[in-house]
C-alpha cells in the first residue's frame, strides 16, 4: 500500500526555521511529481511548493525567498526546508505525490507546523 508520512513539524519562534520531510513507500517515488500544500483553520488548502519528477520546482508566492523544496530519488524523500518563518506560515502541512500519466495522486496524513511566540 502507498503511504506518505510527514515529519518535522512543530512550534517554532517566528523568524526561525523548520524542515519537514515526506518518506514515501508502496510507490515508484521517481516517477511522480511531488507537493507540499497547507491549510490553516477557516481556510483553503493551498499548494505551497512543487517538484517534479525532473526536479524542476515552483513556488507560492509568499514564500518565495524563504522556503526550499528538495527531492532524493535515491530514499523517497520529499523535504521542504521553511526559513525566516512568520505566523502567517501556521497550518497543517501536507505531502502529495502525483503520477500524471497514470492519473494516480496520494496524500500524507499531515504535520502542525505552529509558528507563535
Known amino acids: 500500500q502507498v503511504q506518505l508520512v510527514e515529519s518535522g513539524g512543530g512550534l517554532v519562534e517566528p523568524g526561525g526555521s523548520l524542515g519537514l520531510s515526506c518518506a514515501a513507500s508502496g510507490l515508484t517515488f521517481s516517477a511522480y511529481d511531488m507537493s507540499w500544500y497547507r491549510q490553516a483553520p477557516g481556510k483553503e488548502r493551498e499548494l505551497v511548493a512543487f517538484?517534479?519528477?525532473?526536479?524542476?520546482?515552483n513556488y507560492t508566492g509568499s514564500v518565495k525567498g524563504r522556503f526550499t523544496i528538495s527531492r532524493d530519488n535515491a530514499k523517497s524523500t520529499v523535504h521542504l526546508q521553511m526559513n525566516s518563518l512568520k505566523p502567517e506560515d501556521t497550518a497543517v502541512y501536507y505531502c502529495?505525490?502525483?503520477?500524471?500519466?497514470?492519473?494516480?495522486?496520494?496524500w500524507g496524513q499531515g504535520t502542525q507546523v505552529t509558528v507563535s511566540s
Open positions: 517538484i517534479d519528477s525532473g526536479s524542476r520546482t
Open positions: 502529495r505525490a502525483y503520477w500524471r500519466t497514470r492519473r494516480l495522486n496520494f
